[in-house]
């Protein structure tokens, strides 16, 4: 078991197909265990994990924490605001001193993009990526591809339109090494000084330079979140004119497959990528992607946690 | 299975069969009929058996027991020891409170996996009893564990194993056979 996957789950770039599979696979037989009237197995009893998140997240720090416990894990939690960072301390240092206190496992999220990478040459329990930066977001990506194998089968020739700010967007570059691995095509579209440079190099990702251009005839669309608070001036006039130009309304969802299903990472900011009956209509798989996160991260928990060095 | 050795074929086709059959019997006669009764394979080897009874239980009485699928990968002692081991399905949608719950597998060795799969069930509700029915008992008990419904007992050595080879599985027939480490040894040679 566990062929594919490293100590350490720091994105999905470079991650194999067989990997990726074993996740979802894992986590698709995850899913029933919150059906069930006592929602707790024994696997990873005893084992401490630490949420370390270094800025702010409501749905991800629950779900992973959630995850944690119905596999009887032991959780620990620090955030910026309260840790001793603010009083000087390096990172290396902090976590350093929490690997002393034993614990197994940590899942960090941080606004530097790559300190997951930059902590595991000097930290030997297995490092999660709850997202860095502007750089990846592994899980997330890999709770949008369950959403869309539940909803599509697989993801063989599957076109997935992926439309926002891509370049500060880590949902949408983890989304996009995951995806192209496993054989999906992608269709890009947002303001062009949010599209990375030579992105259509990665090969299977191609770039519109209109939405409507972006999602037709596509399976999924995929809205990402305008990230108001990465976001300056010159990047972004207004909210209204992005709305006209790239949010997703009931005429544009027209355009894609008549079985299109839609996603977003959350939060939505409603009225800016995405009108409220959008996101509420019965394309919706909004809050599927939630409860597959729960899923998801517990497949990671679990078999990160029986990776060897 | 590097390393090992054929030594011995305890059951083939029919007697595999003729088990089932038997075992299905003795868990209707004992339970007075389907009534109450919910049939529990435990994954993958148990779970092939328990399909197998239940087409013979329905046969005889013109109905169909409750089922389900019970893995218990998440729940074994030993899990830590084998990095993550691959977690199969479980379905276990009908309500299991006060009913008769059997377990069905296909070998009982140590009794772990019992002991295991009795944790998981315990999750799902409070059964009125459970039993336990499995094809192949092949001794070296390391829990108070005992099964209710024997296809056969078959006693073994720690360093052999046993293996119950069925056509669900992709074999091509179905086989119980026991593996040994030494291939010079003599099999302990068995009337069926």
Redesign the interface.
Known sequence: ??EGLDRHLLGLEGMSREGIEQILD?A???K??AK???K????LRGKNILMAFFEPSTRTKMSFQMAAKR?SADTYSISTGMSSLVKGETLIDTVRNIEAMAVDMIVMRHGFSGAHRFLSRYIDKPIINAGDGWHEHPTQALLDMLTMRDNKGGFEGLKVAIVGDIAHSRVAHSNIFGLTSMGAQIHICGPYPMIPMELEKLGNVTVFPTIEDAIRGVDVIMMLRIQLERMSKHLFPTSREYSTIFGLNRKRVELAHKDAIIMHPGPINRGVEMEPDVADGPRSVILDQVTNGVAVRMAVL??Q????Q | MTGYFEKLMVMGEKEIRRALVRLSSEILERNGGIDNLMVVGIQTGGAHLANRMMKIIEKSEEKAPESGLLDITLYRDDAPMLKAPQVGRTDLDSDLNGKKVVLIDDVIYTGRTIRAAMDALIDFGRPKSIQLAVLIDRGLREFPIHPDYVGRTVPTAPDERVEVLLREEGNKKDRVIIYGTDENAPAKKEEP
Do not use: C, D, Q, S
């Not at chain 1, 707790?40 to 696997?43: G, S």
């Not at chain 1, 946690?305 to 060897?308: D, F, K, N, W």
């Open positions: 078991m566990n894992t698709e037989n995850f029933e265990i069930r009237p006592v707790k197995v024994p696997a596999l679990y078999l946690m029986g990776v060897t």
